[in-house]
């Protein structure tokens, strides 16, 4: 996947390199931009079968999410390589550049909501768990000095100093990880936004393809 995700970022900006103004035109561009636009539409098997409780059941029984969710994700960064490969690197059109991108602006926001959400709600499992450790620890501790000090016995609040202080981090470090999830779950509502104008785009690209295409024939 990061292989991909590497790959498509190299060749995104492969305009300052190389330019052939023809070749999304030529048999071999038809062709790539033809298997973009199939795996563009593959795609979207996943977010239907994730929202539509038929296909979800029907679907399923063969094919779990999880493996659906990994077509999405390679599908969609196989047809985003194979869209830019089409143009040839010819971004002169302004519904060209939108569609590159938009195509960009996906898979960015993509990969937030697929790997930093799923980095940060680890992240604060793990803290939260060892909050209550820290806790636990504290509530221990406590107890047994509430015991020394009724037994008029000499007792150290070093400890428990230190617990505390480590409890406040914790808890910091929650807050403000709490407040990352937040601000990155927007990036889905983004993707999916995106998602949708890149139909639209893809929508339009073909048929200006399609419509010019022919008066060239005539």
Same mark, same amino acid.
């Given at each position: 996947?990061?292989?991909?995700?590497?790959? @498509?970022?190299l060749?995104?900006?492969? +305009?300052?390199?190389?330019?052939?103004?023809r070749?999304?035109?030529? =048999?071999?561009? %038809?062709?790539?931009?033809?298997?973009?636009?199939?795996?563009?539409? #593959?795609?979207?098997?996943?977010? !239907? #079968?994730?929202?539509?409780?038929?296909?979800? *059941?029907?679907?399923?029984?063969?094919?779990?999410? %999880?493996?659906?969710? *990994?077509?999405?994700? +390679?599908?969609?960064l !196989?047809?985003?390589? @194979?869209?830019?490969?089409?143009?040839?690197?010819?971004?002169?059109?302004?519904?060209g550049?939108?569609?590159?991108? $938009?195509? @960009?602006?996906?898979?960015?926001?993509?990969?937030?909501?697929?790997? +930093?959400l799923?980095? =940060?709600?680890?992240?604060?499992?793990?803290?939260?768990?060892?909050?209550?450790?820290?806790?636990?620890a +504290?509530?221990?501790?406590?107890?047994?000095?509430?015991?020394?000090?009724?037994?008029?016995?000499?007792?150290?609040?070093?400890?428990? @100093?230190?617990?505390?202080?480590?409890?406040?981090d914790?808890?910091?470090?929650?807050? !403000?990880?709490?407040? *990352?999830?937040?601000?990155?779950?927007?990036? $889905?509502?983004?993707?999916?936004?995106?998602?949708?104008l890149?139909?639209?785009?893809?929508? /339009?690209?073909? %048929?200006?393809?399609?419509?010019?295409? /022919?008066r060239?024939?005539?």
């Amino acid at each position: 996947m990061l292989a991909l995700a590497t790959a @498509l970022m190299l060749l995104a900006p492969g +305009y300052l390199l190389h330019v052939s103004p023809r070749f999304a035109g030529s =048999l071999s561009g %038809g062709v790539l931009g033809i298997a973009a636009a199939v795996l563009m539409v #593959v795609v979207l098997l996943y977010p !239907a #079968v994730k929202h539509i409780g038929w296909m979800k *059941a029907k679907i399923t029984s063969t094919i779990s999410l %999880g493996r659906l969710l *990994a077509l999405h994700i +390679y599908g969609g960064l !196989a047809a985003a390589i @194979l869209a830019i490969l089409h143009s040839g690197h010819k971004y002169q059109s302004v519904l060209g550049i939108a569609l590159v991108l $938009n195509i @960009l602006v996906v898979i960015i926001t993509g990969f937030i909501g697929r790997y +930093y959400l799923g980095y =940060l709600g680890g992240s604060l499992r793990g803290q939260q768990a060892l909050l209550g450790t820290l806790r636990s620890a +504290y509530d221990r501790l406590a107890h047994r000095l509430g015991r020394q000090s009724r037994a008029s016995e000499p007792a150290s609040d070093v400890p428990a @100093l230190e617990l505390i202080e480590a409890i406040a981090d914790v808890e910091y470090s929650i807050v !403000a990880r709490d407040a *990352a999830k937040r601000i990155a779950s927007r990036w $889905n509502g983004i993707h999916i936004v995106s998602s949708i104008l890149l139909y639209a785009l893809l929508v /339009l690209h073909i %048929g200006s393809g399609i419509y010019y295409g /022919l008066r060239w024939l005539t």
